[in-house]
Structures are given as C-alpha cells and as structure tokens.
C-alpha cells in the first residue's frame, strides 16, 4: 500500500538519511520501501527527491573527482613496456581520457576550441597516460612516503587554534582542515611552496601543491621546485608561476590577489579564463569579472613581521619563565635546580640555582656546547658527541624523588639515551676529580645502600625508563628493576621539539609515575620500596672505560637540555603541569 | 582519408560533448543509483559505451537527451546484474525517477547557479560543505574532527543544502 501519509518534511528527511546515513541490511530497505511508496503516491516527492540526489551528485562530484585527483601528476616514461589490455583497463583508458580532456580543457580552453586533436594524438596520449598510471603505481610500491602529508608547520605566533587539534612546529600536516582564529602561522608545503597566513583563517590543506583557503590573510613564497603552487578560494583559483604574491579572502568580500614578484594565474572560476597578474599588481575576483584594485604588500603577513612577532612572544615568555623559575629555586625540597641561566658561553660548569644548593653540586661540563635553549635568548647545553656529559654531585639517600628535564631529544642513536643517571664513584676516577680519601667514603656509601645505581633514561623505542639496580648475586652482582612506560614519550615526530619530561619516586605511596609535558602518562607501583642514593650524578651520558667502548657500550644522549630539577619531595600533578604550562616554549 | 578526418572530428565532438557533460550525468545516474561510488563506476562502463556509440550520436539531437539513455540503461543492467545482492533499490526507482531527472539535468544553468549560490554561503557553511564532499568526507567524521554529534551535523547540512536548493531554485526563475 502506497503511504500516503508522509509530509513533505518527513520525506525530505528520509531522502536527507538514505544522503548522510549509510545503513546497512533491514534498516535500508525499509528506508528505500518508505521513499518508493512516497514517490508512487505523490508525484511532487519524485521532484523533490530528484532536487535533492541531484544537489548531493553535484556537491560531490568536483570535491572527490576532480582532475588533478584522477590523473597520476609523474611525467611518462618513454621506455615502460606496455601492459596488456583488458576490459578493466579500458576502463581505465576511457578515465584517463576523460580526465586529461577535462584538465586539458580547464588549463588551456583555446586549445580546444582550436580542435586541432587527431585520434592518434588522442590514441598516443591515452597510452602515454596508461603508462603514466602504471609508472606510478610501479614507484609507489618503492616509496615509504605518504601522499596523505602534505606540509611541515613551521613558525607560529599567537595563535588561537579554532579547528583541529593545536599546531606545533616542526609538525607534519596531513591533508585537511586548519583554522585559528588569531595568529600567524607559516606552513611549509613539501612541493616548495611556503604559506605565511594571519588569522582569522580556515584553510584546507588539499596535497602539497594546493591549498583552499576559505578565509584569512595569507602571503606565498614559492621556490622554482614549488612552481604552479595553486590556491583556491570556493570557486576561483590562483596558479604561482614564479615567485610570490599575497592573497586575502573574507567572508562577504571578493577575494584578492596582490603579486609582489614574478606573475601568478588568475581563474574566477572553472569556466572563466585564466588571467596572468605580474608583478606589483593587484586584482579582486568578483564573481563576474577582475578588477584592478590598489597594490600593497605591506599589508599581508611575511616571514619578518612572523620572526618578529615571535621573537616578542619568546621574549614575554621567557621572561615569565625566568620570573616562575626563579620562585621555585627557593622550594627547599629541590636538591638541584640548573636552569642554565646567568651563565657565559664557554662556562666550564652548571650554575646550581636551588636555594639549598651544596658543594659540589655545580655540573661540570665535558664536551657539551652552549647553545640557544627554548628561547633565543636562553642559554642551553647541546649534546653531540659521543663523550659529551655533564657531572654533578648530589650526596644523600632519599625516600622520596622528582627528578624533572626540559630536554630536546635529535634522535636517539642507541639503545639507551641517559636523561640523569647516579653512577658508582669509581667510574668518576676516570674523570680524575676523586681523591682516594672520597672514593673509599662513596664507595663505603654505596657499599652501605640497597639500592646500588639508578639510571633514568629513554630506550631505542622512545620509551622512558627508571632503571633501579638493587643488590644482587654473586653472579650477577646487579638486580635491575625497571619503571618502563608503556608507549613511547618522545618519538621521532618530537625529535627537535623541547620535551617536559618528569618521573617522581615515592616509597610513601610505592610508585613510580612519569610525565610528559605535563601530563601523567604512566604509574607503576614500586617492586621494592627502598631509598635511593643520588650521590654521583652523570647528566647527558655514562663514563665508561676504555674497554666498554670498544664494546659499543652507548648511553648518549643526542640533543639538548635546559632545565634539570632534582627535588626530594614528590612533586604532584598539578605542580608537575604548572612547570610544564610555564616552561613550554 | 577525408572520410577518416570526418570521423575524427564527429568522435572528438563526442569526446568533448561527454566531457563537459560529465557533472550532469553523474548527477543523473546518481538519482537512479544513489550510492557515490557505484553511480561513479556506472558512469564508467556508461562512458565506454558512450564512445563506442559516438558513430550513432546525431549531431542534431541533445547530447545529453542522448546520453542519459544509454545511462538508464546501463543502470537496468547493473540492477540485473547484482540482483542476487538484494540491492536495496531496483527499476521501480528508474521507472520513478528517470523522466524528472533527465528533465532536471536537461538545465545546464542549474551548475552554475549551484557555483554561485554556494558562493552566497557563510564562511562556516561552505567549510562543513567541503568537509562533507570532500575525499573520504563524511557525516561520522565531520562529527569526530569539529567535536560535534553526528545529528547536529546531519541537520546542519540538510539546513545548508536547502539553502542550496531554494538559492538555485530562485536563481533560475530569475535568468
């Protein structure tokens, strides 16, 4: 029986559903019996229904296959041996042929209407682009890389991300949305092109040589690699043909392009002309037509109001920093607080900049450069080579623990990179600096504690490790106990980022628990609850004798480091986050 | 050869004819199978026949009049076809549909006022639009990426599709 009674808006909500809502099984059928009956019933629904199909095809049509989608962007090759052919295939050729007109025709409309095009032209060109697909197909099995990336975020000042997750530098983008509603941010897209955009700006990230942007300020610098670097904006597009120009679209205005050098290549739309704009001219895109509109570069965004603008944001941070910091080198519970700060560069030591600092506890640097730190102007200690390290001395046994760094990890070079680690006092010989009236005293000390050395570390897989050695066999003199956290906290999209790392100690609660960046990504409860003894501290890498490192024996650490915390006391959560909130660079 | 050069031409005037007709019978073939991907690849097999036909398309008759009946019948065939794969639609929708549709797809003015009404919408609508019909867009996504329930999305886009619609409709009347 035809259901007669459906209203107008009921009917449009299931055509809305069968749209938007893929179902599955009985779900569907239903749904396809409902709009049948509909249609059968009132002859006004199948316009309605038609209306609606149709708006949807013509919605998706252009977004999911447009031509530059379809067609595989390497040139051909001339020597590939032919595949043979099949039906699949001449399928494919008839894509192909579909797509290249329709790119043939969108980039150079005359051509066509000089129908100059023989059929073996049009036979050549299909087999060219037969071989095109299979030549890519063929060198992409090769390729680790993922199309799907896109751009590499590069500085970012002041931005108040609106859409999407927030942005770091140095991170890789994937095709998609970005917005921010204040801000400058400057992408560096893999084709050679770089985008420096003011908010307030919503962007679409569409492959490494194009970019829709639907709203925002933006300034493109484009390399001769990146040439033909095209922006969208809804309906019309701009090509760079060499050089850069700046492009600003607003809502309920034409957008408008102002070249600053070379030329770009102006389309109102995809049935419009292209327009060449040169250099130190400017044009607004209406609907209908170009128009000429006044040239002015100095009002979009560029790379040195963006190093400026940053440098101030650096400048205010830092100094919050320094204001925070030096706070909390008077909490009594810190044992050792090396903030790098008021230090010359050549320094031969670590300033100690806890109030309660002790003898001894100033880090002497061996190997490790000075260099920039999370700002400009703060000083950190870069670790390359394979000796650099830095030796402290922190004496006492201790209940309870945080040990705290602000660490850029580079890479990870081997099994083991030491974040802060204690050692026995004998490998200190080998730096020279222990009488043998101190050794035998350390050495009587550690004789003396069950806990034997502790090593807090990040593994080959990123992963942080607080490595306790307890007493162990006669065999086997050291028993290790590991507080490993599950998944990696610094993994090789972070190399070159400053880290927040954290691990606190606690025989009270009998737990290890480790932080990233402010956030508690892992808590173990203790396997023995016992003290630890700090004592002979080794920052950046192990001293190891002669023979170890004939046997490879690698703890260095490959980066940099510009905080290092040593408390006695737990720090909470909530502490552990507000250093991280006022340290993050 | 001269007879040959004639050929050329009338196969390159379909060539071209299909190409620019491409949009509207992928609208119409998606009214008659409304699923994106299957319409797409019916179009496919529907293009290789066009092509193969090109010698019977006469120059005087619409092209896309023309077109739209071999596609028809190519989606009676599919529907044979995969007949065994319960699909949840059949000929009744074809016998529904099809005149309206072709009638629909007939009014080539109908892209480009959908070109310039979606240009009419705000900032955010045509963000959601894109995200919507973009490669891999769909409703559950948008939902995960802008933090929002998968309905308030759906409503947002019926809202902003019969803007569309009531935009091209009055668009129309107007030209």
């Given at each position: 029986m035809p259901n007669t009674n459906l209203s107008e808006e009921d009917f449009r909500s299931l055509v809305n559903r069968l749209l938007d809502d893929p179902m599955g099984g009985n779900k569907q059928e239903r749904l396809s019996e409902q709009l049948i009956e509909a249609m059968q019933a009132n002859e006004s629904y199948r316009e309605i229904y038609v209306e609606m199909t149709q708006l949807h095809a013509s919605l998706s049509w252009p977004r999911r296959w447009s031509p530059n989608q379809t067609i595989p962007r390497t040139e051909p090759k001339e020597h590939v041996e032919e595949q043979p052919a099949s039906n699949g295939s001449w399928r494919w050729i008839v894509a192909l042929v579909l797509a290249a007109m329709i790119l043939f025709a969108v980039l150079t409309p005359l051509a066509l209407q000089e129908?100059?095009?023989s059929n073996d032209s049009l036979a050549n060109s299909t087999k060219a682009l037969q071989r095109k697909e299979i030549t890519q197909t063929a060198s992409d099995s090769y390729a680790s890389f993922d199309p799907s990336l896109v751009a590499v975020a590069g500085r970012t000042v002041s931005v108040d991300w609106t859409l999407g997750s927030p942005i770091e530098t140095g991170q890789t983008l994937r095709r998609g949305w970005i917005g921010f509603a204040s801000g400058i941010v400057q992408l560096d897209f893999f084709s050679g092109a770089r985008l420096v955009v003011r908010g307030p700006a919503k962007l679409e990230l569409r492959s490494s040589s194009e970019v829709k942007i639907l709203s925002g300020e933006a300034a493109c610098y484009v390399s001769e690699l990146g040439r033909g670097f095209r922006i969208l904006t809804g309906e019309s597009e701009v090509v760079d043909l060499g050089t850069s120009f700046g492009i600003r679209v607003q809502p309920g205005t034409s957008p408008e392009v102002h070249v600053f050098e070379g030329k770009v290549s102006v389309k109102q739309n995809a049935s419009s002309d292209t327009v060449e704009v040169e250099q130190k001219h400017a044009v607004r895109i209406d609907p209908a037509k170009l128009s000429d509109v006044a040239f002015s570069e100095s009002q979009f965004p560029n790379y040195d109001i963006l190093q400026e603008e940053q440098l101030d944001e650096s400048q205010v941070k830092y100094e919050r920093w320094k204001n925070e910091t030096a706070r909390l080198s008077t909490d009594p519970s810190l044992l050792l607080h090396y903030t790098f700060e008021n230090q010359k560069d050549g320094d031969i030591q670590v300033i100690n900049?806890?109030?309660?600092r002790a003898v001894g506890s100033a880090g002497s640097i061996i190997g490790a450069q000075w260099q920039p730190g999370r700002w400009p102007m703060k000083a950190a200690l870069a670790f390359k080579n394979e000796n650099d390290r830095v030796l402290a001395k922190v004496e006492g046994s201790y209940q309870t623990l945080t040990l705290m760094m602000w660490a850029r990890i580079d890479a990870i070079p081997g099994p083991r990179s030491t974040l802060l680690l204690t050692e026995k006092p004998k490998r200190w010989v080998l730096n020279g600096t222990l009488s043998p009236e101190v050794l035998e005293e350390a050495t009587t000390r550690r004789a003396n504690s069950a806990v034997q050395e502790t090593r807090w570390m990040i593994d080959q897989e990123a992963k942080a490790n607080l490595n306790i050695a307890l007493v162990g066999s006669?065999?086997?003199?050291l028993a290790w106990d590991q507080y490993m956290t599950e998944n990696p906290v610094v993994g090789p999209s972070e190399w070159g980022n400053w880290s927040a790392l954290a691990v606190t100690y606690d025989t009270v609660k009998n737990q290890v628990v480790h932080y990233v960046n402010g956030e508690l990504v892992d808590a173990q409860p203790l396997k023995k609850s016992l003290p630890i003894l700090l004592d002979y501290l080794e920052i950046g890498n192990l001293s190891t004798w002669e023979n170890e490192q004939e046997q490879g024996v690698n703890f260095r650490f490959y980066g940099a480091i510009d905080e290092i915390i040593i408390a006695d006391r737990v720090f909470t959560a909530k502490e552990i986050q507000e250093i991280y909130e006022v340290g993050k660079p | 050869m001269s007879s040959q050069r004639v050929e050329s031409g009338h196969h390159r005037s379909v060539v071209e004819l299909l190409i620019n007709a491409q949009p509207r019978l992928f609208a119409y073939t998606f009214t008659l199978f409304p699923n994106l991907d299957t319409a797409r690849d019916i179009l496919q097999d529907a293009n290789c026949k066009l092509l193969e036909k090109s010698d019977d398309y006469d120059r005087e008759r619409d092209f896309v009049s023309w077109a739209c009946g071999i596609i028809r019948n190519c989606v009676m065939a599919y529907y044979r076809d995969h007949a065994r794969e319960k699909l949840v639609f059949g000929n009744e929708l074809i016998n529904l549909a099809a005149d309206v549709s072709q009638t629909y797809v007939a009014e080539d003015r109908r892209h480009s006022a959908l070109s310039a009404c979606y240009q009419k919408l705000s900032d955010q609508q045509r963000m959601l639009i894109d995200m919507r019909y973009g490669p891999d867009g769909s409703v559950a996504k948008m939902a995960k990426e802008l933090s929002r329930s998968t309905a308030s999305i759906s409503t947002s886009l019926h809202r902003i599709r019969r803007t569309l619609e009531s935009c091209i409709r009055t668009t129309l009347q107007l030209s």
């Open positions: 129908k100059n095009l900049q806890a109030q309660t006669k065999n086997n003199p | -």
